[in-house]
Structure formats: C-alpha cells, structure tokens
C-alpha cells in the first residue's frame, strides 16, 4: 500500500479519510485560502517573512541574504 510504503498508518490514513469525509478543518483552510488571496499570492513557492516581505517564486539564497540585511 502506497501509504504504509511513506510511512502513514492504516490508522492515520482513516483517520484523514474521515476528516475529509466530515469537511474537519474547512473552515481554517478557506482562512488560509482568503489570507493568500489578501497577499496576492498566486502561485508556489512564496515567502511571508515577519508578515513584512513576501518573496515570490524561486529565490536565491543572495535573495534572502538581503532579506536579512547581510
């Protein structure tokens, strides 16, 4: 089975079955969704950092260097 093979349980994987079954969390996901939609967040990879600098898309580490001010 493709899940005991990555490491997820028979019973972790009912367990996830059942809270998409009873939409468990919907609500913090549509959260999530309508805070990235808030940001312009489009697409992935996409960095929020100190809720300050969002950096878009792939980045190099110079990129993050400044960032951080080194």
């Known amino acids: 089975m493709w899940l005991v093979h990555n490491g997820i349980t028979d019973d972790a994987a009912a367990e996830h079955k ?34 300050k600098v969002n950096l878009s898309g792939l980045q190099s580490p110079n990129g993050f260097m400044k960032v951080f001010g080194y």
Do not use: H, T, W, Y
């Open 18 to 51: 059942m809270r998409l079954i009873k939409s468990d969390g919907i609500e913090k996901v549509e959260l999530g969704q309508r805070n990235a939609e808030k940001l312009g967040i489009r697409g992935v990879p996409f960095f929020v950092i100190n809720e």
